[in-house]
Antibody, heavy 120, light 108 residues
Framework: QVQLVQSGAEVKKPGASVKVSCKAS????????LSWVRQAPGQGPEWMGW????????DYAPKFQARVTMTTDTSTNTAYMDLSSLKSDDTAVYYC?????????????WGQGTLVTVSS | EIVLTQSPATLSLSPGERATLLCGAS???????LAWYQQKPGLAPRLLIY???RRATGIPDRFSGSGSGTDFTLTISRLEPEDFAVYYC?????????FGGGTKVDIK
């Protein structure tokens, strides 16, 4: 069965960077891209971008273009999301998400989420 | 980017009633590339509907989606106790993908 398992919660100071991992299993990792979606407390989800797992091609949302880097490691079936220059309003739960059974862009599998808290 | 506006913000209904949730787009959503999700506290969103009207795997047929262009609807024909949650729409017709602000369906 498809599983996406993310790294644990992080507490960061303003200006720092955070790197969240997402280990995939149960499907052919290189055949499907992964998206990253975040959700601030009490808010709707927000799409950050997508990475093709086979060749590293990315599509970042303009809001995050200057601060986000998404990568994959096909040897370990793991995706990474690095967000720099953190601010307090980056406090959110960060998810990796997979569109698998229907379409790449409607997400039927999600990681469990990683809470990132940005506080001085 | 396409802005999605969901209404109402909160819908107070009783089990067994029909729920109608609306999602309006700031411009036309290409090829009806619109999805609906359900989210319960502390959990990731769960895909219900994609391509505006196709049910995702394992989703009960009391959930249905309709619409095209800029106006979309999620209907829950008869609310079950487990259906009380927050619902989000998402468009994937153009990048960046965007989500609506959500409709909370709570127990009256």
């Amino acid at each position: 069965q498809v599983q996406l398992v993310q790294s644990g919660a992080e507490v960061k100071k303003p200006g720092a960077s955070v790197k969240v991992s997402c280990k995939a299993s149960g499907y052919s990792f290189s055949k499907y891209g992964l998206s990253w979606v975040r959700q601030a407390p009490g808010q709707g989800p927000e799409w950050m971008g997508w990475i093709a797992s086979n060749n590293g091609r990315t599509d970042y949302a303009p809001k995050f273009q200057a601060r986000v880097t998404m990568t994959t490691d096909t040897s370990t079936n793991t995706a990474y999301m690095d967000l720099s220059s953190l601010k307090s309003d980056d406090t959110a739960v960060y998810y990796c998400a997979l569109g698998w059974s229907a379409t790449t862009w409607a997400f039927d599998y999600w990681g469990q989420g990683t809470l990132v808290t940005v506080s001085s | 980017e396409i802005v999605l506006t969901q209404s109402p913000a909160t819908l107070s209904l009783s089990p067994g009633e029909r729920a109608t949730l609306l999602c309006g787009a700031s411009r036309s959503v290409s090829s009806s590339f619109l999805a609906w999700y359900q989210q319960k506290p502390g959990l990731a969103p769960r895909l219900l509907i994609y391509d505006a009207s196709r049910r995702a795997t394992g989703i009960p047929d009391r959930f249905s989606g309709s619409g095209s262009g800029t106006d979309f609807t999620l209907t829950i024909s008869r609310l079950e106790p487990e259906d009380f949650a927050v619902y989000y729409c998402q468009q994937y017709g153009s990048s960046p993908l965007t989500f609506g602000g959500g409709t909370k369906v709570d127990i009256k």
